[in-house]
């Protein structure tokens, strides 16, 4: 009878290169994430500048010469770190949308601000909305306050 100890061999051979590269990996610290499976999840948020004084529509211009709409976030896959999402607030509107792209599904909290330049001119509560990747995910028209 003849011994097969040639065919273990080769058969042992993939296995350990296999267990071998595994533990190279792990111990290099590379993880391999495939949470978001090809999400992109985004938030559309809406917004809308309003005179404290008489409810009438502002442009930004009218409004101090409000310069940009910023969505300040976290949560969610941000976590506790608080990151904006600047969009440009052109000079004859009074109302607008643009999208953030974030991390990861999830619940994020969100305030919009009406500035000028660094100055605050308006600032909304904080409204905590899940995220999932639809592309369907908006906040409401986020109402901006200003006393012109």
Not at 36 to 64: F, K, M, Q, V
């Amino acid at each position: 009878m003849k011994s097969n100890g040639g065919t273990r061999r080769s058969l042992r051979a993939p296995m350990l290169l296999a267990a071998a590269a595994g533990l190279a990996l792990s111990a290099s610290g590379c993880i391999i994430d495939s949470s978001n499976d090809g999400c992109s999840p985004d938030l559309t948020i809406s917004w809308l500048i309003t005179s404290n004084l008489d409810g009438a529509a502002l442009t930004c211009y009218e409004a101090g010469n409000a310069t940009s709409v910023v969505a300040r976030i976290d949560g969610g896959g941000l976590g506790t770190n608080l990151t904006d999402y600047p969009s440009v607030c052109p000079a004859n509107s009074s109302e607008g949308s643009f999208v953030a792209l974030l991390p990861t599904t999830g619940t994020y909290g969100v305030t919009v601000e009406l500035r000028s330049g660094a100055a605050v001119l308006s600032a909304t509560p904080i409204l905590n909305k899940f995220v999932d990747c639809s592309g369907l995910s908006t906040t409401p028209p986020a109402e901006l306050f200003v006393n012109f």
